[in-house]
């Protein structure tokens, strides 16, 4: 018996070994055709060049960096502007699409349309296309440096958006802005356009969730006493944030991948910096790819961790 | 003392009372019923109608049909829509030889008789023959625009704007589909490695951008290529997009796998089919009509993705409008580039929106 | 007001306290379906009433409104003073007719992301303004009623139906209400758990809690009501003392009925 079973097995050994055998040699090929190639056009293999001078600038770094950096520092700004864009976007798509969902099962009809509007609308038009509309239509149409526009300490013109500083006001000095906080065009352009079009995707999230709360829990809360606003926030909104909680979770991965189009408006993302400018710099695109990926599924890691402990916490938490 | 009830007489049925408000008196009701909703109410549709009335003026009454240069659009009142028609070319079929264009036609009717076909079949048919239909479909056509042999040669990076988008979607649903089912039988297989493997790959295309694998696939893949292989641009963007997508219909298909209960297998094992005839005649046909809408649902996300081609070079409709906006005869007024988007995102909104129709009809009604 | 109830209105008015309910021609469509058609009923305080009749027959939908669950397009409905009429049916009057009338549903509807406790005080401390010292207590009073002190900790899907279906008669009466309402509270219970909530249902009766019962458990019916109503295709075709209803039918309907009922 024990023959006759073990015989049954072998197909799934040999399948399994010709397999692996399979892989070992692609991979084997693959790493000697690179090499051979590599050497023929003359460029080194390895991480060393993390070390050299970058020689390049970037147009906005949360870091000191300056013409001496390294390329190694080039990758760290590259990271923090590429998380700094994804945390704004995450936090106004999330208002947006809590506005929206409860907009979508609003009574008054005039606001259910338009939220059904804008969720069809934003969502079947490609992000990218939103993003080059917001950069080049519209922050191209704001007025230029000498006339821009002022609210409180605020100035707002094609070069950016520029926030006081405590005391640091910002205000025009020739050709420029000096002073204060400097939010790029590509800036403003990538989070509007994360932001809208995830929005649209976290309402239909949002609104199944709240949607899924049998009805008889809010009739429950009714016979308690628990007036509309209430029930939402002490019957329904717990539930329904249960059942929300993993899809979100998924869409703020997806905001945080498709941040990468900062490529195609010159955003000094991760993307950019280290996908293009120091991989074609260095032309050494593999290990630049390589960091790019490693970095980018780091990033979804974090995400997929903290909805984690979201959850968990969500379901753990008792009442009274 | 309660007195006793005894209903002699039953009552009959009546028809419901007509409503007793009347039809302006309901909304008012709706729309109005206190200060803070009127004045909402009131705000949405002054805003409507003013967006309305400058989005009309601006499309419409202002706007400059005419013209073969950004001479025929001064200024930034109106839509530049002579940009649009001037160079409908290059938007549908990008730079496709006018002598062959005929093949480039026969695409787009052979696509669109194929659609009406798709779209009247009852929701009840079985999905077969269309899935059939969208594999079969880009090959044929891959064959006539490319040619060779009896029909003349046309480079594939000639074939651009609409024409391209289309070719670039259906390819990729072609492939992506057998290829992502595969990968998740693969994910249920006994065998560990094959397991591994499947769920190494899903699970690595999932956390990554698509951008990064086209990237990767335009700048790297011609290293691990020996020294004379050479692929062109078209065939490798289309290879990262197959890729890509190939793992997402795998976590579709995984999902409709998965949908089919535990107890279908057990009782086509009692009545004594193999493995292979439980795939084939029980789990598929009830895996797949449950994805299809899915399935769907990844061919609306392919033909947005197909604007990132934009970004490495590749000229779709995107980057048709985005290489007119530059060229000589039309460079200048960011005007012209507006309207070239607003234009855009019509034809996307258009498109995308009726396949989601689409796909919403596909859905069981629970 | 047709002459259904005008006898037990007349004999009401006679000892001068108001029904604490009193649905007047109410009359209910869903759509063009007639479900509701020329209710007449009056309840007294103290009173237990029990509903009965074939499925379909509009007794869920009756005891609905009287909470104002459901809404009516033609009639009165006075509840606990509170006065509504068809087309006035408020967010304002729901709220306040529901703070005076409690409920208990055929499928619990406790509130599952919430401990036992929890969902006694939620309404107590956030629809009555309560104290959470007060209502603590006050729900605790009422989980001993009801026999599940050990229970409070606990989560609704720890409890098997029965214990859940008590947790909710305790939910109902910690708002301390007037009157409660049960919609088939045992209709989706195993048979075995079935008694231990007639048991709660039948003390709380002996306390004097006015009740509206919607049931097919004709022994409660028997031992514990004042007055029996069988409804069918949405009307009311018979009101009686239990004895009457059960031994000495008038109605040709509430005779088959009983009759298919009674040798089960």
């Given at each position: 018996?024990?023959?006759?079973?073990?015989?049954?097995?072998?197909?799934?050994?040999?399948?399994?070994?010709?397999l692996a055998a399979l892989v070992a040699w692609l991979a084997w090929a693959a790493v000697a055709n690179f090499r051979a190639n590599m050497h023929a056009l003359g460029v080194s293999v390895g991480f060393g060049f993390l070390r050299a001078q970058a020689g390049f600038q970037i147009a906005q770094s949360l870091v000191p960096f300056g013409p001496a950096s390294s390329y190694l520092d080039a990758?760290?700004?590259?990271?923090?502007?590429?998380?700094?864009?994804?945390?704004?976007?995450?936090?106004?798509?999330?208002?947006?699409?809590?506005?929206?969902?409860?907009?979508?099962?609003?009574?008054?009809?005039?606001?259910?349309?338009?939220?059904?509007?804008?969720?069809?609308?934003?969502?079947?038009?490609?992000?990218?296309?939103?993003?080059?509309?917001?950069?080049?239509?519209?922050?191209?149409?704001?007025?230029?440096?000498?006339?821009?526009?002022?609210?409180?300490?605020?100035?707002?013109?094609?070069?950016?958006?520029?926030?006081?500083?405590?005391?640091?006001?910002?205000?025009?000095?020739?050709?420029?802005?000096?002073?204060?906080?400097?939010?790029?065009?590509?800036?403003?352009?990538?989070?509007?356009?994360?932001?809208?079009?995830?929005?649209?995707?976290?309402?239909?999230?949002?609104?199944?969730?709240?949607?899924?709360?049998?009805?008889?829990?809010?009739?429950?809360?009714?016979?308690?006493?628990?007036?509309?606003?209430?029930?939402?926030?002490?019957?329904?909104?717990?539930?329904?944030?249960?059942?929300?909680?993993?899809?979100?979770?998924?869409?703020?991965?997806?905001?945080?991948?498709?941040?990468?189009?900062?490529?195609?408006?010159?955003?000094?993302?991760?993307?950019?910096?280290?996908?293009?400018?120091?991989?074609?710099?260095?032309?050494?695109?593999?290990?630049?790819?390589?960091?790019?990926?490693?970095?980018?599924?780091?990033?979804?890691?974090?995400?997929?961790?903290?909805?984690?402990?979201?959850?968990?916490?969500?379901?753990?938490?008792?009442?009274? | 003392?309660?007195?006793?009830?005894?209903?002699?007489?039953?009552?009959?049925?009546?028809?419901?009372?007509?409503?007793?408000?009347?039809?302006?008196?309901?909304?008012?009701?709706?729309?109005?019923?206190?200060?803070?909703?009127?004045?909402?109410?009131?705000?949405?549709?002054?805003?409507?109608?003013?967006?309305?009335?400058?989005?009309?003026?601006?499309?419409?009454?202002?706007?400059?049909?005419?013209?073969?240069?950004?001479?025929?659009?001064?200024?930034?009142?109106?839509?530049?829509?002579?940009?649009?028609?001037?160079?409908?070319?290059?938007?549908?079929?990008?730079?496709?030889?006018?002598?062959?264009?005929?093949?480039?036609?026969?695409?787009?009717?052979?696509?669109?008789?194929?659609?009406?076909?798709?779209?009247?079949?009852?929701?009840?048919?079985?999905?077969?023959?269309?899935?059939?239909?969208?594999?079969?479909?880009?090959?044929?056509?891959?064959?006539?625009?490319?040619?060779?042999?009896?029909?003349?040669?046309?480079?594939?990076?000639?074939?651009?704007?609409?024409?391209?988008?289309?070719?670039?979607?259906?390819?990729?649903?072609?492939?992506?589909?057998?290829?992502?089912?595969?990968?998740?039988?693969?994910?249920?297989?006994?065998?560990?490695?094959?397991?591994?493997?499947?769920?190494?790959?899903?699970?690595?295309?999932?956390?990554?951008?698509?951008?990064?694998?086209?990237?990767?696939?335009?700048?790297?893949?011609?290293?691990?290529?020996?020294?004379?292989?050479?692929?062109?641009?078209?065939?490798?963007?289309?290879?990262?997009?197959?890729?890509?997508?190939?793992?997402?219909?795998?976590?579709?298909?995984?999902?409709?796998?998965?949908?089919?209960?535990?107890?279908?297998?057990?009782?086509?094992?009692?009545?004594?089919?193999?493995?292979?005839?439980?795939?084939?005649?029980?789990?598929?046909?009830?895996?797949?009509?449950?994805?299809?809408?899915?399935?769907?649902?990844?061919?609306?996300?392919?033909?947005?993705?197909?604007?990132?081609?934009?970004?490495?070079?590749?000229?779709?409709?995107?980057?048709?409008?985005?290489?007119?906006?530059?060229?000589?005869?039309?460079?200048?007024?960011?005007?012209?580039?507006?309207?070239?988007?607003?234009?855009?995102?019509?034809?996307?909104?258009?498109?995308?929106?009726?396949?989601?129709?689409?796909?919403?009809?596909?859905?069981?009604?629970? | 007001?047709?002459?259904?109830?005008?006898?037990?209105?007349?004999?009401?008015?006679?000892?001068?306290?108001?029904?604490?309910?009193?649905?007047?021609?109410?009359?209910?469509?869903?759509?063009?379906?007639?479900?509701?058609?020329?209710?007449?009923?009056?309840?007294?305080?103290?009173?237990?009433?029990?509903?009965?009749?074939?499925?379909?027959?509009?007794?869920?939908?009756?005891?609905?409104?009287?909470?104002?669950?459901?809404?009516?397009?033609?009639?009165?409905?006075?509840?606990?003073?509170?006065?509504?009429?068809?087309?006035?049916?408020?967010?304002?009057?729901?709220?306040?007719?529901?703070?005076?009338?409690?409920?208990?549903?055929?499928?619990?509807?406790?509130?599952?992301?919430?401990?036992?406790?929890?969902?006694?005080?939620?309404?107590?401390?956030?629809?009555?303004?309560?104290?959470?010292?007060?209502?603590?207590?006050?729900?605790?009073?009422?989980?001993?009623?009801?026999?599940?002190?050990?229970?409070?900790?606990?989560?609704?899907?720890?409890?098997?139906?029965?214990?859940?279906?008590?947790?909710?008669?305790?939910?109902?009466?910690?708002?301390?209400?007037?009157?409660?309402?049960?919609?088939?509270?045992?209709?989706?219970?195993?048979?075995?758990?079935?008694?231990?909530?007639?048991?709660?249902?039948?003390?709380?009766?002996?306390?004097?809690?006015?009740?509206?019962?919607?049931?097919?458990?004709?022994?409660?019916?028997?031992?514990?009501?004042d007055r029996v109503v069988f409804m069918d295709q949405g009307q009311i075709i018979e009101i009686a003392k239990p004895d009457d209803f059960f031994e000495r039918p008038q109605s040709r309907r509430l005779a088959s009925f009983l009759s298919r009922?009674?040798?089960?």
């Open positions: 018996m024990l023959r006759a079973v073990l015989r049954e097995r072998l197909s799934g050994y040999v399948v399994q070994a010709l990758v760290i700004a590259a990271a923090l502007n590429t998380l700094l864009v994804v945390l704004l976007a995450s936090v106004l798509s999330t208002i947006i699409a809590l506005l929206v969902a409860f907009g979508r099962l609003a009574p008054h009809g005039i606001v259910r349309s338009a939220s059904t509007v804008y969720v069809e609308v934003f969502r079947n038009i490609p992000l990218l296309l939103q993003i080059l509309f917001w950069y080049f239509s519209a922050i191209a149409l704001l007025p230029g440096v000498a006339d821009s526009l002022q609210f409180g300490g605020v100035l707002l013109n094609n070069r950016g958006l520029f926030l006081p500083l405590g005391a640091d006001r910002p205000h025009v000095e020739g050709f420029d802005v000096a002073g204060g906080i400097a939010i790029l065009p590509e800036l403003m352009a990538l989070t509007l356009g994360l932001a809208i079009y995830n929005s649209t995707f976290l309402a239909e999230i949002f609104r199944a969730g709240i949607v899924s709360v049998p009805s008889g829990q809010i009739e429950a809360a009714t016979t308690v006493g628990l007036s509309g606003t209430r029930a939402a926030l002490l019957i329904v909104m717990p539930q329904a944030l249960r059942v929300a909680l993993p899809a979100a979770g998924g869409q703020y991965q997806t905001l945080a991948k498709a941040s990468s189009l900062a490529a195609a408006i010159g955003y000094p993302d991760i993307m950019q910096i280290v996908g293009g400018t120091i991989a074609s710099q260095t032309s050494q695109a593999l290990e630049a790819m390589a960091l790019v990926v490693v970095m980018y599924a780091t990033i979804n890691l974090c995400i997929a961790l903290v909805v984690g402990v979201a959850n968990r916490r969500l379901l753990a938490r008792a009442h009274g | 003392m309660t007195a006793r009830f005894v209903r002699d007489a039953p009552i009959d049925a009546r028809s419901a009372p007509v409503a007793a408000i009347a039809w302006p008196l309901r909304w008012r009701r709706a729309w109005f019923a206190t200060p803070a909703m009127s004045a909402l109410s009131l705000l949405l549709l002054a805003l409507f109608a003013f967006a309305c009335v400058r989005f009309f003026d601006w499309a419409i009454v202002r706007a400059h049909w005419v013209g073969q240069s950004s001479a025929a659009c001064p200024g930034d009142e109106g839509a530049c829509w002579a940009f649009v028609i001037a160079r409908w070319k290059p938007w549908l079929v990008g730079n496709y030889p006018i002598g062959q264009i005929w093949r480039a036609w026969a695409c787009f009717g052979a696509f669109a008789l194929f659609w009406i076909w798709v779209v009247r079949r009852p929701t009840a048919a079985r999905p077969g023959p269309v899935l059939l239909g969208f594999v079969f479909l880009p090959v044929a056509f891959l064959l006539l625009l490319i040619g060779g042999g009896p029909l003349a040669f046309v480079a594939p990076s000639q074939i651009g704007g609409l024409l391209l988008t289309l070719v670039v979607t259906l390819s990729t649903f072609a492939t992506a589909l057998p290829t992502g089912l595969c990968i998740a039988l693969g994910r249920r297989s006994e065998l560990p490695l094959v397991r591994a493997l499947c769920g190494l790959f899903v699970e690595g295309m999932r956390a990554v951008p698509l951008l990064a694998v086209l990237f990767i696939a335009v700048t790297l893949l011609p290293m691990f290529l020996p020294h004379g292989v050479d692929v062109d641009l078209f065939t490798r963007a289309v290879i990262a997009f197959a890729l890509f997508n190939a793992a997402m219909a795998a976590e579709v298909f995984r999902g409709g796998l998965q949908a089919v209960g535990r107890g279908q297998i057990e009782a086509a094992t009692t009545v004594g089919l193999s493995r292979f005839a439980t795939l084939r005649w029980i789990v598929l046909p009830q895996a797949i009509p449950a994805v299809v809408p899915a399935l769907v649902n990844i061919m609306i996300a392919v033909i947005k993705e197909t604007t990132l081609l934009s970004v490495i070079g590749v000229n779709d409709l995107l980057g048709a409008v985005e290489i007119g906006a530059k060229s000589p005869d039309w460079v200048g007024e960011s005007n012209i580039l507006t309207s070239g988007y607003v234009f855009l995102a019509l034809a996307y909104l258009a498109i995308c929106y009726s396949l989601s129709r689409y796909s919403r009809r596909l859905e069981p009604s629970s | 007001m047709i002459a259904s109830d005008a006898a037990t209105i007349a004999s009401v008015r006679a000892s001068g306290e108001p029904p604490i309910v009193q649905l007047q021609a109410i009359n209910k469509w869903y759509g063009d379906y007639h479900a509701l058609r020329d209710i007449d009923l009056a309840v007294n305080g103290g009173e237990r009433i029990v509903v009965c009749g074939p499925s379909g027959s509009g007794k869920s939908t009756l005891v609905r409104t009287v909470n104002l669950l459901e809404s009516f397009e033609q009639g009165r409905v006075q509840v606990c003073g509170i006065d509504v009429a068809a087309h006035a049916i408020t967010r304002a009057a729901r709220l306040a007719v529901n703070r005076r009338v409690g409920m208990v549903f055929q499928q619990f509807n406790l509130f599952p992301h919430m401990s036992v406790l929890a969902n006694l005080t939620v309404g107590p401390v956030f629809g009555r303004g309560t104290s959470r010292a007060e209502a603590h207590d006050i729900a605790m009073h009422y989980l001993a009623r009801v026999g599940l002190t050990d229970h409070a900790q606990k989560r609704p899907a720890q409890l098997s139906g029965g214990q859940q279906q008590r947790v909710a008669i305790a939910r109902a009466l910690c708002t301390r209400p007037q009157l409660v309402l049960f919609d088939e509270p045992t209709a989706a219970l195993d048979p075995e758990m079935v008694n231990e909530v007639l048991q709660t249902m039948e003390s709380l009766a002996a306390d004097g809690m006015t009740m509206i019962v919607v049931t097919h458990e004709m022994g409660f019916a028997r031992r514990v009501a009922i009674l040798t089960h």
